[in-house]
């Protein structure tokens, strides 16, 4: 059973272009959340998915930044005309469950984006 | 609300104990605890979740105070492996993890 899985592990993206972060949950997993993460700070959280529903996107800036779960294939965090603000670490979990009914979640290896 | 986490930083000598502060100035649902190494995924150490519980992983253990709005993470015997950043999250039923700003542990041989 493989685990979480992000691709790409390193994105540059120049300034105003998009980026697109991709995340496979483990099997059997239908709860998806997205964190960021810069150097040397903690894990802020930016959106809550189930499949084909965005259940919580709290953390996310309302502009540039969106967040899908579609039925067939993977999560997807896009952010549209990427500024240098950007470039931090984006980790993918996933869970069987709601974190609520004491289920763990499990993380990916993250995608490191790098605006230039 | 973000959880906070003391100490910051902590340097401990391979074989000393070390204690992880995590605390709320809510009563939480659950404490989730991950470790972090550099350049790597978070991965999980433990859940708490009722109010006095303490919970063991080997050498690394961890309680739930009874009003549930404060957690401590004990590292016994500390070994070169336990170096790395923990975080703990905290759960209020809303179906997320908020995460503190992390304490990093460096062991020195």
């Known amino acids: 059973n493989a685990g979480v899985m992000q691709n790409p592990r390193h994105l540059v993206r120049r300034r105003g272009q998009e980026a697109r972060l991709r995340c496979s949950p483990m099997?059997?997993?239908?709860?998806v959340y997205w964190y960021r993460q810069l150097p040397e700070e903690g894990l802020k959280f930016m959106v809550y998915l189930q499949k084909e529903n965005i259940i919580d996107e709290s953390g996310m800036p309302k502009e540039r930044f969106s967040a899908e779960f579609p039925k067939e294939g993977p999560s997807i965090l896009r952010i549209q005309q990427v500024v240098r603000g950007d470039s931090a670490a984006y980790f993918c979990a996933s869970s069987p469950g709601t974190v609520k009914l004491n289920t763990e979640a499990f993380f990916g290896q993250g995608t490191r984006l790098t605006v230039v | 609300q973000q959880p906070v986490q003391s100490p910051q930083a902590v340097i401990l000598r391979e074989g000393e104990d070390a204690v992880i502060n995590c605390s709320s100035s809510?009563?939480?649902?659950?404490v989730h605890w991950y470790r972090q190494k550099h350049g790597e995924a978070p991965v999980f150490l433990m859940i708490?979740?009722?109010?006095?519980e303490q919970k063991g992983h080997e050498k690394i253990s961890a309680s739930f105070n009874e009003k549930k709005q404060q957690s401590s993470l004990y590292l016994t015997a500390s070994q070169l492996s336990y170096s790395g950043t923990y975080f703990c999250?905290?759960?209020?039923?809303?179906?997320?993890?908020?995460f503190g700003k992390g304490t990093r542990l460096h062991i020195l041989p």
């Open positions: 099997k059997g997993h239908s709860h």
């Open positions: 809510k009563a939480l649902y659950s």
């Open positions: 999250g905290t759960e209020n039923r809303d179906d997320k993890i908020i």
């Open positions: 708490l979740l009722k109010g006095g």
